[in-house]
């Protein structure tokens, strides 16, 4: 009889090696060691080096590889440590096309210093065809995307994007730590390699910054791994167990956040204090028919303008008290932060009105708390604000 495939939630709980073979533990064990005894001269038993390869590294990375439906994963000790490694698959002369409202780390590690090792970046908003065409040079050799993007949510068509990279031979990177595989899964598209900040929703509670890879064949993997043991841009054992403990509730907390944040992004709508409300599952979005089709959900982050200015916006960012002012999203707890002053001050202002990141947006991570609380939580914030 031929093994039924395994859905979502029991790969999150049962991928890669488990229980381990050792004494068959349930929780997968922490493998705190750098080196490995060969067995024999000539012969290990399968790990030699921790950075090269870790056992507990090896179930984190087959997991998230299953979840994604790549061929292989890999993880680093971050998720800017993850885009690294993967934009070192180019070399000096190669041009990217890469979304204009991404991450502002990914933004700076681009511009800031890749630029400088000879790599050439157009940033552009990814919702036309002809935008993108007309982009193309003949050293055009990757597109780089991020949809839902960060802060603003907007939504690219992955399918566009990846016709688009298929007649022009482009390798396409999707960075779906917003989404996550449970919302979103880039390689059914044709997308070639993903990314993800496990920092994010994957670990999903604020206690570990990480990254990983997962690509969709075989010389990929090839090119990731040697890269990833060249650079040293791994994850460590600890790190790597806590992401897993993280990835076994991941479907149930993609389901809830999704929960909370359509009634907060619903009230938010609603609210004479605001201006203007970003989630893709909003009729109002534009992006929202294209989330329908290609998202089985629109996750858990919201951003929205305040009206009032500045000072509204401060003030609203002081009073509000469980939702804590921080940076990062994706944990259990609930975040506000100011993108202009905290995840996207490294994006110069030039750059930040050109693509509508205005000083009065707020992005809130929509946690895991009862969602009448957050909601009386922002209505008090927002009262004469
Ligand atoms: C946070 C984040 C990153 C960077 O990940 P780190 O783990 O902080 O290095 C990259 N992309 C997106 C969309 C993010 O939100």
């Given at each position: 009889m031929v093994a039924k495939k395994r859905r979502f939630e029991t790969i999150a709980i049962h991928a890669g090696e488990r229980p381990d073979k050792t004494y068959g533990a349930i929780s997968v064990p922490i493998y705190q060691t750098s080196t490995f005894a060969f067995a024999d001269v000539g012969k290990s038993r399968g790990y030699d080096y921790s950075r090269t390869a870790n056992p507990t590294r090896k179930v984190l990375e087959d997991t998230v590889a299953q979840l994604e439906g790549g061929k292989a994963g890999f993880a680093f000790a971050t998720g800017m440590a993850a885009e690294t490694t993967v934009i070192h698959l180019l070399t000096a002369g190669d041009h990217i096309i890469c979304g204009d409202d991404i991450y502002g780390g990914t933004y700076r590690l681009f511009q800031n210093v890749m630029q400088d090792f000879g790599l050439e970046f157009t940033f552009l908003r990814m919702d036309r065809r002809s935008k993108i065409e007309a982009a193309i040079k003949p050293n055009t050799k990757m597109l780089w995307l991020e949809t839902?993007?960060?802060?603003?949510?907007n939504i690219t068509d992955i399918e566009m994007a990846v016709d688009i990279a298929g007649k022009h031979k482009l390798l396409t990177v999707m960075d779906n730590t917003f989404a996550t595989p449970y919302f979103l899964k880039p390689i059914e598209y044709g997308v070639d390699l993903v990314v993800h900040s496990t920092t994010k929703y994957l670990n999903g509670h604020c206690d570990v910054v990480g990254g990983v890879v997962v690509t969709s064949n075989d010389e990929l993997s090839e090119r990731v791994q040697f890269l990833l043991n060249a650079m040293g841009t791994c994850a460590a054992p600890f790190d790597c167990w806590l992401v897993l403990r993280g990835i076994e509730t991941l479907p149930v907390r993609m389901k809830q956040h999704e929960a909370n944040a359509s009634r907060v992004a619903n009230y938010l709508a609603e609210h004479p204090a605001v201006k203007r409300v970003f989630y893709p599952?909003?009729?109002?979005?534009?992006?929202h028919e294209i989330a329908r089709r290609q998202m089985k959900g629109f996750g858990g982050v919201v951003s929205f303008e305040l009206k009032g200015g500045a000072s509204a916006t401060s003030r609203f960012l002081k009073r509000i008290k469980i939702f804590a002012l921080a940076e990062s999203l994706g944990g259990v707890a609930s975040l506000a932060e100011h993108p202009a002053t905290m995840s996207h001050a490294s994006m110069p202002k030039e750059h930040r009105e050109k693509v509508g990141l205005t000083d009065e947006l707020v992005r809130l991570s929509v946690g895991l708390e009862n969602a009448d609380d957050l909601i009386d939580d922002l209505g008090q914030a927002l009262k004469s604000s």
């Open positions: 839902p993007s960060n802060p603003l949510l599952g909003l009729k109002s979005h534009p992006g």
